[in-house]
């Protein structure tokens, strides 16, 4: 009954606007709206405690709108608005909390394990920030590569697009990359919601993604344009069946 | 007619159900949490529940174009095991989520003094989330359990107006108009209240403050009940302005004093088409199998 958003074609994402960059609220929020996400950080600075009541406000605070509507109407690739605004209160959390990452880490895993779905996309848009700015401790990129490899076992579209980014381009390793990368292939949705997804495509992805393409021609179904980006030198066009 | 049902417990109810509320009206609803039939025995299986209504459970209704929230609270009858009122401390997290819009099933089951420290204390973190209450009274003793709902709630502090105090009959509704709660009444197969008494009430006290669910749930019960009450008060002379502001506006304004509610359609949603086969919630679909 509900159609999920067509994702839009390769190519076509506007760069930058991932929930997780710092400038990804930019001209977005009303003057309200800034006001609540000021006060939630500087409440934050304060009292790391108050965290987790602001991580779980925020969509009501600042909205639920996609961040790019025209190349992603259902905020799945690229985020929402409180996504973004949850990252940066993952920002504050961390600039309030000790440098060594350890209470940090029990934090975020806490809330992710604790939160509903726009919480753990909250967390992991938030990692995505952390990683950007060159600031995850040992202790954080260790405890949240756990949490990325939860959502990623995950089937909601949105949590896997979240735990993509440029967290998981830096931290997962080769095989759970890869595995992600081919996850959201099957789920239909486009990798424009990948990080680094040019840097880090190797052969073995190729391989993987050529493996898929042959099962979905054996089983006489389309094989998605997206698998071309991670196996270049595949020919869409000898798809046949009832779906081709 | 739109429809608001305020009390449903759809985690026990099927697909079917969710189709039929849809073609009957129903855009929106209440889920409190309560008592499940098998007693818990474990702060876990509440937890697990919680998260069930506020995920899974809404994932499912908007599969069919009906926007879901839920109340959090601990139940008075499970109040009564020790191993389950520690689950009080969790409570408060719950409280701050999206789609939580009010405190409940709270009140009192058998009325002894542990639910009356559940109660109170649940009282008092509706206060601290400015979110509403919804109090479940007694099957048994039930007039002596509203005065004392009452009292309890009055000391409390709230505002009556943030109190919904449910399953009201014809003994109990005027000493919850009195106290400038909200009347609500589950229009049950042959319990509790049906269509018709529900009429009756309505032509005596008003369709001011009065909230009509079907409280539908594992038991015998019908998830169509808001509908035929609608029908009722139509077929006794009320107008369709006067059954909408019962089943719709009424609801609407009492848990609207969350901040809380999803009230635009559900986007994508087509009346009498399958879900996405795409569409899952952690992995899980409403569809079983690939269609032929």
Redesign the interface.
Known sequence: ?????PTPAAGTTPPGLAAGRPDALAGLLTDEQAAWLATARSEIAADPGTA??HL??A??AVGRTPLAPAADPAGVLHGTLDDAARAHLVGALAAALPADGESLATHLTETYQ?G????RRGVLRGLDALALGGTVPPAVASAATALAADAL?????S?VAAAVGPFAAAHLDDHAWRHAVLKLVF??VSLDAVAGLDERADDELARMAHDFAAERRAAGRTVPDDVARIAPDLTLRTTHGKDA | MRIFDPHIHMTSRTTDDYEAMYAAGVRALVEPAFWLGQPRTTVGSFLDYF?AL??WERFRA????IRHHATIALNPKEANDPRCTEVLDEIP?YL???GVVAVGEVGYDSMTPAEDEAFTRQLAMAIDAALPVMVHTPHRDKLVGTHRTLDVVRESGIAPGMVVVDHLNETNVALVKDAGAWMGFSVYPDTKMDEHRMVAILLEHGTERVLVNSAADWGRSDPLKTLKTGRAMLAAGFTDDEVDQVLWRNPVEFYGQS??LLLDP??????G????P???????SVLRGARA
């Open positions: 009954m509900t159609t999920p958003a987790v009541g779980a406000r969509g009501r604790r509903d779905t726009a919480e076992r995950a089937n909601d579209q949590l789920m239909g | 998260d506020l995920g908007t599969q069919f174009g997290r701050a989520k999206d901040g809380n559900v986007p994508g949603f087509v009346e088409e399958a879900p996405a795409t569409a899952s919630f952690e992995g899980s």
